[in-house]
């Protein structure tokens, strides 16, 4: 997908925008080293990506092209088909980010996400590289089932690309507005609860882009009665926060 890393080029800009003239929350850690280490280890994410020949979009083409799906799409226009695409895909992405919570070898790839002491723009590029690959084979059976179509999927994982970087934005997300619209989205007061360093509310609010998926599955908690007082793993485990060798390493070297 050569277009991802513009569209996260695009999407971290305009949340950096938003978050110089919206701010809510001071950076804990002092200089560039967090952030740093946050967009660093996105471009090894982004690196490993490219040296795999398959992705959704390929593996959408190959399926149409073999004709291999039980429940294909009947014709429909581009954007119901987008559509559809979007909503399979954001689900398949709410279970594989609630198996990253319950299953142990996907919590240590997982965690090195959720060792970021902040939550802001750069926080949405911080993952384990290897990470990629769960949400990657829980999106496959969606896919392979209903033949979407690679264009549906390119525009579905173009959306959740850039809500993934978006929700994390460190802006003032309050007011009725914002609280009307995280009845469906998963707005940054939303996914700001699921980084807390408390596991119960850490362990909800799973959804990207949508939040519907926590209110149908029994994971929502509501950012209006939430307070979160403090970001991260604990201070056990912050420590190495803004190590970023050390970050790649965590998932081998220490259990959860």
């Given at each position: 997908m050569a277009w991802a890393p513009w569209a996260m080029a695009g999407a971290f800009v305009a949340v950096a925008v938003a978050e110089a003239l919206f701010g809510a929350r001071a950076d804990p850690a002092s200089g560039l080293r967090r952030p740093a280490t946050n967009l660093l280890l996105g471009i090894l994410g982004l690196l490993?990506?490219?040296l795999v020949p398959l992705n959704l979009i390929g593996f959408a083409a190959w399926v149409a092209g073999e004709g291999l799906a039980p429940l294909p799409l009947p014709p429909i226009p581009l954007a119901l088909a987008a559509l559809a695409a979007l909503l399979l895909c954001s689900l398949s992405a709410y279970w594989a980010h609630r198996a990253s919570h319950r299953v142990g070898w996907l919590w240590r790839l997982h965690r090195v996400h959720h060792a970021d002491t902040g939550v802001d723009a750069t926080t949405g590029f911080r993952h384990h590289p290897v990470e990629q690959f769960v949400s990657f084979l829980f999106a496959l059976p969606a896919i392979g089932l209903f033949a979407l179509?690679?264009?549906?999927?390119?525009?579905?994982?173009?959306?959740?690309?850039?809500?993934?970087?978006?929700?994390?934005?460190?802006?003032?997300?309050e007011g009725r507005a914002w609280r009307a619209a995280a009845w469906l989205f998963a707005t940054p007061a939303v996914h700001l609860v699921h980084h807390s360093s408390r596991q119960a509310q850490t362990d909800s609010n799973y959804g990207s882009l949508l939040s519907v998926w926590d209110r149908l599955f029994g994971t929502w908690r509501d950012p209006a009665g939430e307070a979160v007082e403090r970001i991260g793993l604990g201070p056990d485990q912050d420590r190495d926060a803004d190590r970023w060798h050390r970050q790649l390493l965590s998932p081998f070297t220490r259990r959860p």
């Open positions: 490993l990506a490219a179509p690679p264009t549906a999927v390119a525009i579905a994982e173009l959306v959740l690309l850039v809500a993934g970087i978006a929700e994390h934005a460190n802006i003032r997300a």
